[in-house]
């Protein structure tokens, strides 16, 4: 499998101009390769991939200062824009469009002549880049991208590991060994006992609730820096377009963008590797993101949130960690129902966070009710 670690640089300046030139020809790739599509397409020519490549390689004979650059991210410009194609064949997406001044700077390159020491990164045509910290994982390298956040230079190395063994309890030999010495039941009722299901509920004041009552906190970081935000925004909108100053303001408000999103990622991979530390299975609703955004009153906070980011970090950890998922139906009323009887309770509002059982009178805190629900279900589906 396929395991990625972004890891910051620590260039030098001739370094950055270099990294400036390599995405500048990566995008000078992609728009090329984009027109000749768009040209061939309007005369009923479908161009595939190699077709494009082979059309930019001897359009690029044409410019001297191609040769001095890293081919392979022409390469991997055009793989992109053939993926961005099969999106748009597949109607995923809408037809790709050129990439213009001022758009995210990245550019791919390959494994070869990439080598990882310490910290430290050797890349084609540039050499050693420092790194602030070594590699995570062992084994052979894929790719490498290169990309720029707000003012801090990242390198994504790609690398292929060996598929993780699963660390479920009932599946390894210590634990059949450890439970014919003791008195402790069969090794699935020693899997439940150590490391048991675990139910997760999602919201925007509460970032995840467990079936157990832990609620992990949204630290909520664009409503922190919202009223900042905004007035080093205004403040770039009265700067003369493209001057010195407007560049200086427009990294202010980069910097600021890029502290807010470290906090919101710092809040989910806490959060997702303390819940994944004792769980046998994970059990989670299905969110329809796009329909959420849809309500004007919750919007924000739900984009501040990122609970489809959340979710995302959680499936992949789970994954790496050989931790089964159960996702329940979009349709499933995890929060209506009652986790003790079973009746479902239609006339429940967003602001009522105590939730109340008529028929049976529990009273509890409704996240912590839709958890054990999805608990409930994932012990359930483990039954049958």
Request: glycine fraction near 4%; charged fraction near 25%; aromatic fraction near 10%.
């Given at each position: 499998?396929?395991?990625?670690?972004?890891?910051?640089l620590n260039?030098?300046?001739?370094?950055?101009?270099?990294?400036?030139?390599?995405?500048g020809?990566?995008?000078?790739?992609?728009?090329?390769a984009?027109?000749?599509?768009?040209g061939?397409?309007?005369?009923?020519?479908?161009l595939?991939?190699?077709?494009?490549?082979n059309?930019?390689n001897?359009?690029?004979?044409?410019?001297?200062?191609?040769?001095?650059?890293?081919?392979r991210?022409a390469?991997?410009?055009?793989?992109?824009?053939?993926?961005?194609?099969?999106n748009?064949?597949?109607?995923?997406?809408?037809?790709?469009?050129f990439?213009?001044?001022g758009?995210?700077?990245s550019?791919?390159t390959?494994?070869?002549?990439?080598r990882?020491?310490?910290?430290?990164?050797?890349?084609?045509?540039?050499?050693?880049?420092?790194?602030?910290e070594?590699?995570?994982?062992?084994?052979?390298?894929?790719?490498?991208?290169?990309?720029?956040?707000a003012?801090?230079?990242?390198?994504?190395?790609?690398?292929?590991?060996?598929?993780?063994?699963?660390?479920?309890?009932?599946?390894?030999?210590?634990?059949?060994?450890?439970?014919?010495?003791?008195?402790?039941?069969?090794?699935?009722?020693?899997e439940?006992?150590?490391?048991p299901?675990?139910?997760?509920?999602?919201?925007?004041?509460?970032?995840?609730?467990?079936?157990?009552?832990?609620?992990y906190?949204?630290?909520?970081?664009l409503?922190?820096?919202?009223?900042?935000?905004?007035?080093?925004?205004?403040?770039?909108?009265?700067?003369?377009?493209?001057s010195?100053?407007?560049?200086?303001?427009?990294?202010?408000?980069?910097?600021?963008?890029?502290?807010?999103?470290?906090?919101?990622?710092?809040?989910?991979?806490?959060?997702?590797?303390?819940?994944l530390?004792c769980a046998?299975k994970?059990?989670?609703?299905?969110?329809?993101?796009?329909?959420?955004?849809?309500?004007r009153?919750?919007?924000?906070?739900l984009?501040?949130a990122?609970?489809?980011?959340?979710?995302?970090?959680l499936?992949?950890?789970a994954?790496?960690l050989?931790?089964?998922?159960?996702?329940?139906?979009?349709?499933?009323?995890?929060?209506?129902?009652?986790?003790?009887c079973?009746?479902?309770?239609?006339?429940?509002t967003?602001?009522?966070r105590?939730?109340?059982?008529?028929?049976?009178?529990?009273?509890?805190?409704?996240?912590?009710?839709?958890?054990?629900n999805?608990?409930?279900?994932?012990?359930?589906?483990?039954e049958n």
């Amino acid at each position: 499998m396929i395991k990625t670690h972004k890891i910051a640089l620590n260039p030098n300046r001739d370094q950055i101009a270099w990294f400036y030139q390599q995405c500048g020809y990566a995008k000078f790739a992609y728009n090329s390769a984009l027109s000749d599509f768009k040209g061939e397409l309007a005369s009923d020519t479908f161009l595939s991939k190699n077709r494009l490549a082979n059309r930019f390689n001897q359009k690029k004979k044409t410019f001297d200062w191609t040769e001095a650059q890293d081919q392979r991210a022409a390469k991997y410009a055009i793989d992109n824009l053939g993926q961005a194609v099969d999106n748009w064949v597949a109607k995923r997406v809408g037809f790709p469009k050129f990439k213009k001044r001022g758009c995210k700077h990245s550019y791919t390159t390959d494994e070869q002549s990439v080598r990882m020491e310490g910290k430290r990164i050797k890349l084609p045509k540039m050499g050693w880049v420092k790194t602030f910290e070594a590699l995570r994982f062992h084994g052979k390298i894929v790719s490498v991208t290169i990309s720029r956040t707000a003012h801090r230079w990242f390198a994504s190395i790609s690398v292929e590991v060996q598929p993780p063994i699963h660390r479920c309890p009932a599946s390894s030999d210590f634990v059949e060994w450890f439970a014919s010495q003791v008195d402790i039941g069969t090794p699935q009722q020693m899997e439940r006992s150590i490391y048991p299901i675990i139910g997760i509920d999602v919201g925007i004041s509460t970032l995840a609730t467990l079936d157990n009552g832990r609620k992990y906190e949204n630290p909520k970081p664009l409503r922190r820096y919202e009223r900042k935000l905004a007035r080093e925004q205004r403040k770039l909108s009265r700067k003369v377009f493209l001057s010195q100053n407007w560049y200086k303001q427009k990294r202010k408000v980069e910097r600021l963008h890029y502290r807010i999103t470290c906090i919101r990622g710092n809040a989910h991979h806490q959060a997702t590797t303390d819940i994944l530390k004792c769980a046998s299975k994970i059990s989670i609703e299905t969110l329809q993101v796009t329909n959420l955004l849809k309500n004007r009153k919750l919007s924000k906070a739900l984009s501040d949130a990122a609970l489809g980011g959340f979710l995302e970090k959680l499936k992949t950890k789970a994954k790496s960690l050989g931790i089964p998922i159960v996702q329940a139906d979009r349709f499933f009323a995890s929060s209506k129902n009652c986790s003790r009887c079973g009746v479902k309770k239609e006339a429940l509002t967003l602001s009522d966070r105590q939730y109340r059982c008529d028929p049976c009178g529990m009273s509890i805190d409704r996240d912590v009710n839709a958890a054990i629900n999805l608990r409930n279900l994932a012990a359930g589906h483990a039954e049958n």
